[in-house]
């Protein structure tokens, strides 16, 4: 049993999107980002009437059909702005990367010199509104900053029209997104979308000074009797590798992938001062002895193992950055997809994929759908053509269904001799670098922060994947809240990018309510609350929910 010390109601662990969006969420007392201007326009009806007039009269109001009068961007600014004593919840942010939100998407972004996100203007971290990026685009006049993605949009248009369309992309199409949705298939560049963040981070007083944020890797969970606590109600303890400890009510866990590197083989401190994992680009790439040859103009060949967006990112990067020839392998072909998961995936509404996800008999049979929209790495459009470009002038060598099957480092030279299988023709005899773009290990079971938690409650997962409640909850009674990558089997599998984010901060928001108590005067109560909770969570059928309230 622990000692007492300041209890606070939630800690968050880890400050990236999900975190962020967690962190929004508590904060935003009319969410909105997750359903449509009609439901969006009875929520607040709802809020504004409960309790004074019977729902059933709803109808007769005709607040359907109010336009919204200003930007909903500028409208949230302001009626926000004010008031960020709001959430009376007390939190603690812990995060390995740094003490500022988003520090190791930041540094990701910079390392790796990506110039726009992949993902469309609806994935964001704003609970206010969904189409809330672009709002705040058009409000700063930044539209030149987006970029199109090529082929997703438009194909109800007639063959004709279609035709007359020039330099229309050959990219093969997936899933038929609406003309009238164009606006929506745009990337932000890296700078907007983090002055987006930062927008979101002031308007609801997120600072580093009303909700601190530690820099500490945290090492363990636990939940139980704290020794000195004023009530017994279980908390929670969480521990840093720092060796400090702190205690809360309720946990939130956005850790992402979390910090184990997939690599084919460790790496010896010799091969270290060669080689590295796509995430450490920052701050390894490139080695000193690489560094020199660039500056003394020597022909210079680095290898990049994977087919995801970061090996080609890294390939692009590292041509920027003066070497002479990136040799890419990867053990599959190369596939080339807009996002991560599949475009059906990808819709800004509830749509049938994700109407079947969450209407699956099981959790295998959804991470079987996982499996099947990720369908392992992929590339962009976009960087299919610059890797083609790079090909085309002998500056990128690209090498599908290829291993490396031995390997040698000199640290004397500090080169590499590697042998692929299959043999790769002209490869060099010497290799000054490798970047491995494999990924990380996402694995609940092995992660060890999670171990006394899987020790003392455990719960089922899928190939380290949790099998939470539908509120993302740990177990009931236990009230240690996952999101993003690790909540997959709940929240679809656009998990792992920002779509998780949202959706994840609106389902623990509502749970957080129940477990900690309401914070604000939105309260939906008894079976009808329940249904509008469903709802907005998008779970269940909320046309229905929302009929039944009327
Ligand atoms: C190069 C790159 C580009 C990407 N581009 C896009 C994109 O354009 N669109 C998109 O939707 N997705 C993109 N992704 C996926 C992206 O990672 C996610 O969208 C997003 O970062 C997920 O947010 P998260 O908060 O779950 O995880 P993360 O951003 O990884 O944040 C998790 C945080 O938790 C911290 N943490 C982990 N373990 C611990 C611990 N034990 N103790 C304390 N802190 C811990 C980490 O340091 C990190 O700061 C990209 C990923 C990469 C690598």
């Known amino acids: 049993m622990s000692t007492y010390n300041e209890v606070f109601d939630i800690i968050i662990i880890g400050a990236g999107p999900c975190g962020l969006a967690v962190a929004a969420r508590l904060r935003e007392e009319t969410p909105s980002a997750m359903f449509t201007d009609e439901e969006h326009q009875r929520y607040h009806w709802i809020k504004k009437h409960q309790g004074k007039m019977s729902l059933a009269r709803a109808k007769t109001k005709r607040l359907y059909n109010a336009p919204l009068a200003e930007s909903s961007y500028y409208k949230t600014q302001r009626c926000c702005a004010n008031d960020n004593s709001r959430s009376t919840y007390s939190t603690l942010v812990l995060d390995s990367s740094g003490s500022r939100w988003m520090e190791r998407w930041h540094r990701a972004f910079k390392a790796l010199r990506i110039e726009h996100l992949r993902s469309p203007m609806f994935f964001h971290v704003d ?164 560094a020199r040859k660039i500056e003394n103009r020597q022909t210079t060949h680095v290898v990049v193992v994977g087919g ?107 080169t590499w001799k590697i042998v692929t299988d299959p043999p790769i023709a002209n ?56 999101t993003g990558r690790l909540a997959s089997l709940r929240l679809g599998p656009a998990a792992p990018n920002l779509e998780g984010a949202r959706l994840g901060a609106e389902r623990i928001a509502w749970a957080l309510q129940d477990v900690l108590g309401e914070q604000t005067d939105v309260d939906f109560c008894g079976r009808e609350g329940e249904k509008l909770q469903k709802a907005f969570c998008g779970l269940g059928n909320r046309y229905e929910s929302l009929a039944q309230c009327s």
């Open 427 to 482: 490869f060099p005899d010497r290799i000054d670098y490798v970047c491995f773009a494999t990924g990380m290990k996402t694995d609940a079971n092995e992660m060890g922060l999670l171990q006394s938690m899987n020790r003392d409650y455990p719960i089922e997962s899928i190939n380290g994947l949790l099998c939470l409640t539908d509120d993302l909850m740990w177990k009931p009674d236990v009230p240690l809240f996952v």
């Open 127 to 290: 609970p206010a509104d969904r189409d809330g990026m672009l709002a705040y685009t058009r409000e700063t006049g930044r539209e030149k900053e987006l970029f199109e993605l090529s082929g997703c949009v438009g194909q109800e248009l007639s063959k004709h029209k279609r035709k007359k369309i020039r330099n229309i992309s050959q990219f093969p199409r997936e899933a038929e997104i609406n003309e009238r949705d164009r606006k929506d298939y745009f990337t932000p560049s890296t700078s907007l979308f983090a002055d987006y963040c930062n927008s979101i981070i002031a308007r609801y007083g997120l600072d580093n000074e009303s909700v601190p944020i530690q820099r500490s890797e945290v090492c363990d969970i636990t939940f139980g009797e704290v020794q000195g606590s004023k009530d017994d109600s279980k908390l929670f303890t969480v521990s840093t590798t720092h060796g400090k400890s702190f205690h809360s009510r309720a946990v939130v866990l956005a850790v992402g992938p979390g910090l184990t590197k997939m690599m084919p083989w460790n790496l010896s401190s010799d091969e270290e001062l060669g080689a590295c994992h796509s995430s450490e680009v920052g701050v390894k790439f490139p080695s000193a002895a690489l």
């Open 308 to 414: 995801g967006l970061s090996s080609a990112q890294f390939a692009d990067m590292a041509i920027a950055r003066g070497v002479t020839k990136v040799w890419h392998i990867m053990r599959g072909d190369l596939k080339i997809k807009h996002f991560d998961v599949s475009l059906n995936w990808v819709g800004k509404f509830k749509n049938y994929d994700k109407a079947v996800f969450w209407s699956a008999d099981d959790d295998q049979e959804r991470f079987e759908m996982i499996q099947t929209a990720r369908n392992g790495g992929s590339i962009t459009p976009r960087y299919q053509k610059i890797l083609k470009q790079l090909a085309a002038k002998d500056r990128v060598s690209i090498h599908t269904q290829t291993v490396i099957s031995s390997k040698k480092f000199d640290s004397g030279t500090q």
